[in-house]
């Protein structure tokens, strides 16, 4: 299938529509097949090698900036379809490990069951925990979605890479491409790296999941919705609060907007380049990522090389699909459901990797921040982690914000043999460790000219050392404050806040941005709901406070100095995703 794209602007969907092109030279391979094939599409054949990627057609021997332009305006016509060469290239198994990342959404800490008693859904992630490493004091690098899937590829936080808060359906920029991924450096190593699930960095030309910068593409291979799965209708909505409607079926005027829904343009399912499905049926989406998934490790697993498989769930994020419920009494609420849906599909992940590179693969389980309080029954749990003294003043203390709630996620790491099993770390982590982690455990040098937030923690996870952050940096994620500035200091069990404010909570009201100079600060040592505040006249505040704002100072001087990026937020309606644009919300039907 070659989904068509719109040329010029307006709303996708709206009947005046311009000139829109087919791609008629060639027609894509079926979705899921060929795996290790290469087939031709258009005029071009796309070989991933480490080692001598290229274009195999007539335009090679044309400037590089003309071919960059030519493959940024291929992309954006869907007419690439890049496959996986799971051929072996030299490397041999057992060299280098494989690497699995699953990154949770809006997931609290206190809803995996090994942390928090009362959580009685999550069997396969706990079951994980007794057989792996379980991180208590483990945070995202942002409290929103885009800011901490861009530090967990780059190891850096939105002040240098760029992304700061979250990209729009409209977004023409992305992840900016002078900054280097976790796959990219990979796949300079030998390493076959798919990506499954949410990307939300950017789907327009260049920043497309599969598509980033010559001589080294994006991910290999791609399979998911390029941004949150609420950035859409769908035919059979979900749960969501308040509800959304389903997609138009006619060719009538548009509905009226509602507030917080996406009611024009069908959620979009790619693979590779191609849109498959639009809209996606929520109901199916779990076991398809589950699907290609184990197709991936499987296929990597024969080739002879490492692999990399990053996965960016749908859950727990709204909308929550209407999978139908078992006759167990645990599945009494839409929530509790879809718990105990995606535990199946983590499960699921790690049996193949049991079953085919048990030995050899690292897994590594976290979130991309806490539950989205506005949501009400729909929102997780935040565990101990309640922020009390913002709740107190109005609104959330969860997710978009930098109280606890909105961070701190669960963690886990399963390697047989490498993790020792069923130990519960308290040493501080952050989703940033997980590029300079991944790289050292690979053998792989980070790359030169740029600072890092994140450390490597191999020590930790391979039981040598309990050394973690002395200082980590919480940037502001919108509920209060300019994104991306660093106004919240963690400071071994201390934290400092320099701004307060609280997001929507489920009753609808905000927490009131207020700066706080001197700084508030709570020992969560002492105070994990972070209730009271240290006593400003205090001794133990005033020796604390001259270390938090020399950490502040060195951070801020550091970043001042760096090489640092900035992401592009401009938004156009050409750049939404659109199969048929000839059909209400871009519909078209799904591939077999």
């Not at 044309?62 to 030299?90: E, I």
């Not at 979900?238 to 917080?260: E, F, I, L, M, V």
């Not at 963690?411 to 490498?418: D, E, H, I, M």
């Not at 740029?450 to 923690?457: H, I, N, P």
Request: charged share 20%; glycine share 10%; hydrophobic share 35%.
């Amino acid at each position: 299938m070659c989904c068509e794209r719109r040329q010029g602007g307006g709303r996708p969907g709206a009947r005046a529509l311009a000139h829109v092109d087919r791609c008629r030279a060639g027609s894509a391979p079926a979705p899921g097949s060929g795996w290790g094939s290469r087939k031709s599409v258009q005029t071009c054949q796309w070989w991933p090698n480490p080692t001598a990627d290229r274009w195999n057609c007539p335009l090679t021997t044309m400037g590089w900036l003309f071919l960059k332009v030519l493959l940024v305006g291929l992309s954006s016509l869907g007419c690439l379809y890049p496959l996986v060469d799971f051929g072996s290239h030299g490397e041999k198994g057992g060299q280098k490990p494989n690497f699995v990342i699953i990154l949770a959404d809006d997931m609290g800490w206190g809803d995996l069951g090994a942390n928090w008693a009362e959580t009685k859904d999550t069997a396969n992630l706990d079951k994980m925990a007794a057989e792996g490493m379980r991180f208590v004091d483990f945070h995202a690098a942002a409290s929103t979605c885009s800011p901490s899937r861009a530090s967990l590829l780059t190891g850096r936080l939105g002040l240098r890479n760029g992304v700061t808060h979250n990209f729009a359906v409209t977004s023409v920029g992305g992840l900016p491409l002078n900054e280097t991924t976790l796959a990219e450096v990979l796949q300079q190593a030998g390493y076959i790296t798919g990506m499954i699930g949410k990307w939300h960095l950017g789907h327009h030309g260049a920043h497309h999941p599969n598509f980033r910068v010559a001589p080294v593409p994006g991910f290999d291979y791609y399979f998911g919705i390029p941004y949150s799965h609420d950035m859409g209708c769908t035919d059979n909505p979900g749960y969501n609060h308040p509800p959304c409607p389903a997609c138009p079926q006619g060719t009538g005027p548009s509905r009226k907007p509602r507030r917080d829904c996406y009611t024009d343009v069908a959620l979009p399912l790619y693979e590779n380049l191609n849109i498959v499905e639009q809209p996606v049926n929520l109901s199916g989406l779990a076991q398809k990522y589950a699907e290609k998934a184990t197709q991936f490790i499987q296929h990597a697993s024969t080739s002879g090389r490492p692999f990399l498989l990053y996965m960016g769930l749908a859950h727990m994020h709204v909308p929550l699909s209407r999978t139908q419920w078992s006759a167990d009494p645990r599945d009494a609420t839409p929530y509790r459901a879809s718990l105990r849906e995606m535990d199946t599909l983590v499960g699921q992940i790690k049996d193949e990797v049991d079953r085919t590179a048990k030995e050899n693969t690292f897994l590594w389980f976290t979130g991309d921040n806490g539950p989205w309080a506005q949501k009400c029954e729909l929102a997780g749990s935040v565990g101990p982690f309640s922020g009390s003294w913002q709740t107190r003043q109005g609104g959330s203390s969860a997710k978009q914000t930098t109280w606890e709630g909105g961070h701190r996620v669960p963690a886990l790491a399963y390697w047989p043999g490498k993790v020792p099993g069923n130990v519960t770390s308290t040493t501080l982590l952050s989703v940033l460790d997980i590029f300079p982690t991944v790289l050292a455990l690979a053998g792989a040098a980070l790359p030169p000219g740029r600072s890092f937030d994140g450390l490597d923690a191999s020590a930790v996870l391979l039981g040598k050392s309990h050394t973690g952050h002395r200082v980590l940096f919480h940037p502001n994620s919108g509920a209060a404050g300019e994104y991306g500035a660093l106004q919240t200091v963690r400071l071994e069990h201390y934290k400092a806040f320099y701004i307060t404010g609280g997001a929507k909570a489920c009753d609808g009201s905000t927490g009131h941005e207020q700066l706080q100079d001197p700084p508030l600060i709570f020992s969560l040592e002492d105070d994990a709901a972070e209730a009271v505040p240290l006593d400003r006249g205090g001794a133990e505040y005033q020796q604390v406070l001259p270390r938090v704002r020399q950490a502040l100072a060195e951070v801020l001087r550091d970043v001042a100095g760096d090489r640092t990026s900035r992401a592009d937020y401009a938004q156009d309606p050409a750049a939404t995703p659109c199969c048929d644009p000839h059909r209400a919300a871009c519909r078209c039907p799904a591939s077999p």
